[in-house]
């Protein structure tokens, strides 16, 4: 079921993140845990499973971190959304109705609304997140983030 879920979201900053930050070196979660202001374990989480699952790629070290496993063009908002939801998925029963009446007329729109916005957000890219952070002036704030103590 297509839920915008804190996870959801968290995912989606942090691979915003990414695309921002890893220019050479990877991005270390705990900057990006700082900087969304969210606990480095939960974070992890996240993005171990989006590691297995080819959208970042994990570097070992002293100076790992995370990069994109492919160019920001080429990964959707929609396969982030996906791969997040399977996390999602085992904590919270999928919408089922239980009438007749709600299996032919509520489950039916219900599905048709889900896929309309998944259709939407497969056409959205890492890249096109990216210029809007660019056109906001978000993006100059994210570049210059200096979190050194």
């Known amino acids: 079921m297509l839920k915008c879920t804190r996870r959801t979201m968290h995912a989606l900053e942090a691979v915003v993140d990414i695309a921002f930050h ?11 845990a700082a900087r969304q202001g969210v606990p480095q374990r939960y974070l992890e989480q996240v993005m171990q499973h989006l590691v297995r699952n080819g959208i970042l790629k994990g570097v070992r070290g002293p100076r790992g971190g995370y990069t994109l496993a492919r160019e920001r063009r080429r990964i959707t908002v ?3 959304i996906r791969i997040v939801s399977e996390l999602d998925a085992d904590s919270e029963d999928s919408f089922a109705a239980g009438s007749d009446l709600g299996r032919r ?6 599905e048709e609304c889900q896929a309309a916005v998944m259709a939407k957000v497969d056409k959205i890219t890492l890249e096109d997140l990216c210029n809007r952070a660019e056109q906001s ?13």
């Not at 007329?105 to 219900?110: F, G, Y």
């Not at 002036?137 to 103590?149: K, M, V, W």
């Open 105 to 110: 007329t509520v489950q039916p729109i219900w």
């Open 22 to 32: 890893a220019r050479p070196e990877p991005v270390q979660s705990k900057d990006i």
């Open 137 to 149: 002036g978000l993006a100059a704030e994210l570049e210059t983030a200096d979190f050194a103590i």
């Open 78 to 80: 929609g396969e982030v």
